[in-house]
């Protein structure tokens, strides 16, 4: 099943399924976000560096994912690549970045993420 979120004009019915797709994330779910609020690797001193992230692990408690190898300036690359096949996207699994349910929450709520896709 792939269910894609965030991508369309907005509409209560996307807010309810972005609500769900974050409140109850899932290894393999793809987030388009904002990757230089989640890593601390460097991004060539970019102000802020946009692209996917992908879950690897969810417990109780945390949220567990990898960032995009690549990243772009512009928030349109990743909410056009969360749509496609995705097969050159390549993953950083050396930096396996751990938050909070909450933060994944309150990163939502911030904007940070954009786009989601089950």
């Known amino acids: 099943m792939l269910l894609v979120s965030g991508c369309r004009p907005a509409s209560e019915t996307s807010g309810e399924s972005d609500r769900a797709l974050i ?4 290894a393999g779910d793809i987030y388009a976000a904002e990757l230089t ?3 601390e690797a460097s991004f060539e001193d970019e102000a802020m560096v946009f692209g996917l992230m992908k879950v690897l692990a969810v417990d109780e408690t ?20 969360i749509l496609g096949d995705m097969l050159h996207i390549e993953f950083d699994e ?6 909070s349910r909450g933060q994944l929450l309150e990163a939502h709520a911030a904007g940070k993420i954009f786009a989601m896709r089950r």
């Open 37 to 39: 609020y989640f890593s």
């Open 94 to 99: 050396r930096e396996q970045i751990e938050i």
């Open 62 to 81: 945390k949220v567990t994912f990898v960032t995009e190898n690549a990243g772009s300036a512009s928030d349109a690359v990743p909410r056009e690549e």
């Open 23 to 26: 409140a109850g994330p899932a």
